[in-house]
Structures are given as C-alpha cells and as structure tokens.
C-alpha cells in the first residue's frame, strides 16, 4: 500500500507552494524531490520515478517552486529556489522524523538542491541525488555549473543519460574527478536529458526509471549504512 498527502508548504518571502507526499507501507528512507525548469511536480515522468521508488520503500516528497505554483515560465532566482528546497527538506523531515532524509532531484531542481547545501547543509539530509544534472545549456559545454559541488560536504550521485545534451560526459567526468570517492556517476545508456531511449537501443523508458531507481535505491542504503558506521 502506498499512500499520498497532498501539503502545503510555506516558503520564506515567497509564500505558500504545493507538495505531494507519496510514503510506501515500510519507508526505509525519504527522498526530497525538486521538479525541473519545464513541468511542475506532477510530470509524467517525476510520477513515474516516485512510483518505482515507492515500490522500493523510500518515500518522496515532491514539491513546486515558487515560480511554478504561480504559473510563471521564468524560474525563481537561486535564493528563492534554494530557499523552496529548504523548506521542502524541512517539511520532509517533520513529516518523516525516523527516516533517512534525501535531498536532489530532475535537472533545475537538483541543481538548486546542490546549491543550497553547498551554501548551507541542509538538516538531516545524508546525500544528494540528481536525475539529469545540467552541466551546461546544450551546446554550450562548460564546468562552471559544476564549480560549487567542491563545498557539497555529503555524499552525491549523479544519474545521467549517455545522450544528455546538457552534460557533455567528458567535461561531466571532468567536473567529478576532484570529488574522487564523494560522486558516484550512474549512466544510463542512449538516454537524452529526458531520459527517452531510441528504440534502437532495446530498452523503454519504463526501463530506464527502473533502472535509476534501483541505482538510487542501492545508493541511499550504502550511504546510510557508512553513515550509520561512521556514528557508531
């Protein structure tokens, strides 16, 4: 049985942003879920991954950014996006309080997730994924987007698509290598920055989502047990 939660979240100087709530039976570890710049929290494939994580026991709170709750195209400058995903994680944590917390999410939103806690960790928050993290604009490959992830202090993991037009992979593996043992970089084969699939590759995006979640899945419990080990 997986139940959801419609919620409200308030954002300082912003105002009030919906969330959605989807928490499995048995939750081992709750996944804070930031949408990307072009759909909200209820895009198909946001949906999609929320359902298989579900079905691995993590729960996910997913959430809108200011500036989609408002209808808005124009995305919230980064203190307003950061501050979002502060109270996102922070509402995660009262509705979840024995849970392991996540933070990251699609492109934008992961971004802005880094960026808040290479700011200022955010509570409880043992690692950050990101689904797609955007190097770059498409063709316009750089590593700036990547300089603030040396001052991250958790743990991250990257999925991306091998046809990724916003992460060229040579600069993306470029970007990691300083971060040594801190990045785990998971690909997934012929997916774009949508992670579609030609058919030519044999795989769905079905597919795909499973595969991301299950990397996610296996990632969260390995960092909560060295997490937990490191306590002891």
């Known amino acids: 049985m997986i139940s959801s939660s419609l919620l409200s979240i308030h954002v300082p100087d912003a105002g009030e942003v919906s969330a959605l709530a989807l928490t499995p039976d048995r939750p081992r570890f709750g996944y804070v879920f930031a949408h990307g710049a072009g759909a909200g929290m209820t895009h198909a494939h946001m949906e999609a991954m929320a359902q298989a994580l579900a079905r691995r026991d993590v729960a996910t709170l997913r959430f809108q950014f200011p500036f989609m709750e408002q209808g808005k195209k124009r995305t919230d400058p980064p203190a307003v996006a950061q501050a979002a995903v502060r109270a996102a994680v922070m509402a995660a944590g009262l509705r979840w309080p024995r849970l392991a917390l996540f933070a990251g999410g699609k492109s ?125």
């Not at 993991?157 to 990045?183: I, K, N, S, V, Y």
């Not at 997916?191 to 979640?213: L, Y």
Request: charged letters at 20%; proline letters at 5%.
């Open 108 to 232: 934008f939103g992961g971004r802005m997730t880094s960026q808040a806690q290479a700011d200022q960790p955010l509570a409880g928050v043992l690692g950050l994924a990101f689904i797609g993290f955007p190097l770059h604009p498409a063709g316009k490959p750089s590593t700036a987007r990547a300089a603030h992830l040396a001052h991250v202090r958790c743990p991250l993991l990257f999925l991306q698509g091998t046809r990724d037009e916003l992460a060229d992979l040579e600069l993306l593996r470029q970007a990691l290598a300083p971060l040594g043992a801190g990045a785990t970089l998971h690909l997934e084969h012929d997916a774009d920055h949508a992670f579609h699939t030609r058919k030519s590759s044999g795989r769905n995006d079905g597919q795909v989502i499973e595969s991301m979640c299950d990397a996610m899945a296996t990632w969260f419990a390995d960092v909560h047990s060295r997490a937990q080990k490191d306590g002891a």
